[in-house]
């Protein structure tokens, strides 16, 4: 069994479209994120939810917007895409605000065209 | 200057030599330290934490906290082709103390190669 999963894996899309990546965690963990890695491997954290409530909102175009249904899923919409958004975007989970240990999910490779 | 600085490499080594990763730091207030292991294509995996300055050992890996030298490190002894990867060194205040969520700060991660 997949502890977090993301769908789509890989997604291509043309500047200006909208779209969504959804997460699921099936740890029974209450806490969520999403990270953005860039093509120099540097992985920064952008949202964090803590039962449903949003807890670390970065300095992040307001073009994102995430959104958490109940505790074991986060989704990510992206309005309006740029070239500059391409990267992998990555969700995990970990147990309370103690994020020292968090379980990453595979990934989602957004690339603008 | 970055919060966390490591080396990106690459780093080549042959299987078996004993491997040396390196993170430094300059947020004084950082408690805890991770290092994550990420294969290519894949989600970032806990491979250690620690909690402040000290040694902890986990069969071929080590980690090590110098926190009056803001470096911390990751060993691993015996390395084998299956070790290559990328290793991201990421730490944290001590979320008692704050409100809100604990954040990790990455490193921008080694990419290490074992050699057969």
């Known amino acids: 069994d997949t502890a977090v999963s993301q769908t789509p894996k890989y997604l291509v899309t043309q500047m200006g479209n909208d779209k969504s990546i959804k997460c699921e965690q099936n740890?029974?963990?209450?806490?969520m994120y999403w990270y953005k890695q860039d093509s120099k491997k540097f992985l920064k954290i952008m949202f964090s939810y803590n039962n449903k409530e949003l807890i670390i909102n970065e300095t992040v175009p307001n073009r994102f917007s995430p959104k958490s249904p109940d505790k074991a899923h986060l989704n990510l919409h992206i309005n309006s895409l740029e070239l500059g958004d391409s990267a992998v975007y990555f969700c995990?989970?970990?147990?309370?605000?103690?994020?020292?240990?968090?379980?990453f999910g595979p990934g989602t490779r957004l690339t603008v065209l | 200057q970055k919060e966390v600085e490591q080396d990106p490499g690459p780093l080549s080594v042959p299987e078996g030599a004993i491997v040396s990763l390196n993170c430094t730091y300059s947020?004084?207030?950082?408690?805890?330290f991770m290092w994550y292991r990420q294969y290519s294509r894949k989600g970032p995996e806990l491979l250690m934490y620690t909690y402040s300055s000290g040694n902890k050992e986990d069969g071929r890996f080590t980690a090590q906290v110098d926190k009056s030298s803001k470096y911390i490190s990751l060993f691993i002894r015996d390395s084998q082709p299956s070790d290559s990867a990328t290793y991201l060194c990421a730490m944290s205040e001590d979320f008692r103390y704050f409100q809100g969520a604990q954040k990790l700060v990455f490193g921008q991660g080694t990419r290490l190669t074992i050699n057969p």
């Open positions: 995990a989970s970990s147990q309370g605000l103690a994020a020292a240990t968090q379980y």
């Open positions: 740890l029974g963990h209450d806490t």
């Open positions: 947020n004084s207030a950082f408690q805890y």
